[in-house]
């Protein structure tokens, strides 16, 4: 079965693989910062009393999460300059990314917040602080810490997904497989290798999750109700 | 120093502070007690503004709670409160717990605040425990970082919602002598509390709630010697059976 597989053209690939690697690893990077900003804002706006700014984030984050990416990414690359809005594909693939991830970790981070006991929320008002200092000093820094292992999970599905940006002939990883595997007719090589180093990058941010969990088992904090 | 005047509050249909009038004079130490479920711990709460009263005046320190023109921020700052669950921040130190609000929120420089939260720690005899965590701390000697907190802020009130009921019997008498230390400072205090023995030795007054209500109000000797009403004769019955 294996006289088949060319070895030799995965190496002749190779740098054409790390080129894909890198450029997955900085697109998932300013994909997330940018959900990052996304998700915050939509859960500052979820956390509201009042419906006026709850109401858009909240039918946002169910619209976001009711359809599939492809066809958010889909929305953005062709509808966009259907409305005279030209932008790179890889600005797209970003945006999309963006948008999409922001409306998980808005989620994400709303449980970490309301994870935090009334009890805390009680103490800070009482010795007098404001609603942005409580949220600073007390619960924020909280929040973040059981919000890591979930927003690491979440970086991970984000990355899967920005396999979809070789849909819109982004130059990534997947890219790189798919050039592969129509340039020589090695689909098994192409896609295999593909795989492999979305296996590192899985392994780089696990290793990640494992030493932020190990950081803060440094710093002691029983929960109490 | 605190006064109540026809004051009211609900709970959706229910009524869980009927018609409360209710002075305490500076320095003077009074212990709220009676059933659970009788509004004791939602007559303190209210004082400072954690619950919202729906009627009647509340004037604490010369500032109407609730007035859209006190600045209730700026009050809370004048007055400590003791949560039954402590409450300490679980990711900062006890130090940092008792600085926190000062250096924050009163503006006092780094330096004179842990100056002054050694000294209250060291006061509350946890002067080994600086740089522990709560969650390193028993219950006691948490609820007594928690009376350093509130002393931080150099308050010149005191509530205390049943401050010793979270604890295991062993620890409750060194959280006691802390709040009669304070007592005896001149603080005025508001404490929710079955403990008899703190009544008697350090309040001017108890107040005895039932539904909602102030039942019976008068000093330490004549409630616990000559208790005037059915409802106090019963609950003082059973609390102190044992």
């Known amino acids: 079965m294996l006289e088949n597989f060319s070895f030799r053209t995965i190496v002749e690939y190779l740098p054409l693989f790390g080129q894909g690697l890198v450029a997955t690893v900085w697109l998932s990077l300013v994909s997330f910062v940018g959900a990052l900003a996304v998700g915050i804002v939509l859960c500052a706006m979820n956390l509201q009393r009042g419906r006026l700014l709850q109401a858009p984030a909240k039918i946002y984050i169910d619209a976001i999460r009711a359809t599939p990416l492809l066809v958010q990414l889909y929305f953005l690359y062709f509808g966009l300059p259907r409305l005279g809005i030209i932008l790179p594909e890889f600005v797209v693939g970003i945006l999309a990314l963006a948008l999409n991830s922001g409306a998980y970790l808005a989620e994400i981070i709303r449980a970490g917040i309301l994870s935090i006991s009334r009890g805390q929320v009680e103490a800070g008002v009482a010795s007098g602080m404001t609603y942005v200092q409580r949220m600073r000093l007390v619960i924020l820094p909280q929040a973040f810490r059981v919000t890591i292992p979930p927003l690491l999970g979440q970086a991970i599905v984000l990355v899967k997904d920005s396999a979809l940006l070789s849909l819109i002939s982004v130059a990534e990883l997947t890219r790189a497989g798919q050039l592969l595997a129509s340039d020589r007719f090695m689909p098994a090589e192409g896609f295999i290798t593909t795989a492999a180093c979305y296996l590192v990058l899985y392994y780089g941010l696990k290793g990640l999750a494992g030493l932020s969990e190990w950081w803060l088992g440094l710093r002691p904090m029983g929960s109490r109700a | 120093m605190i006064e109540f005047r026809g004051v009211n509050k609900w709970f959706g249909p229910l009524h869980v502070l ?225």
């Open chain 2, 18 to 242: 009927k018609d409360i009038t209710l002075s305490v004079e500076p320095r003077e130490v009074v212990v709220v007690c009676g059933p659970s479920g009788s509004g004791k711990s939602t007559l303190i709460r209210c004082i400072n503004g954690l619950e919202a009263t729906q009627d009647g005046d509340l004037v604490v320190d010369d500032k109407r709670v609730g007035d859209p023109a006190t600045n209730m921020t700026l009050l809370r700052t004048e007055i400590g409160f003791v949560f039954q669950q402590f409450n300490l921040y679980p990711h900062k130190t006890a130090l940092e717990n008792v600085t926190l609000a000062p250096t924050h929120v009163r503006k006092t420089p780094r330096a004179e605040a842990e100056k002054a939260g050694r000294e209250l720690l060291a006061k509350v005899g946890l002067a080994d425990k600086f740089n522990a965590y709560p969650s390193e701390l028993s219950g006691g000697q948490q609820q007594r970082v928690a009376i350093a907190r509130c002393l931080g802020m150099r308050p010149k009130i005191m509530l205390f919602d049943e401050p010793t009921s979270a604890l295991d019997p062993e620890m409750i008498s060194e959280v006691l002598d802390v709040m009669i230390a304070v007592a005896e400072e001149g603080m005025t205090m508001m404490v929710v509390t079955h403990e008899m023995g703190f009544a008697r030795r350090v309040a001017q007054r108890v107040v005895f709630m039932d539904q909602g209500a102030i039942v019976e109000s008068g000093t330490p000797e004549e409630f616990f010697s000559a208790p005037r009403t059915d409802r106090s004769r019963a609950f003082l019955s059973k609390i102190l059976r044992h």
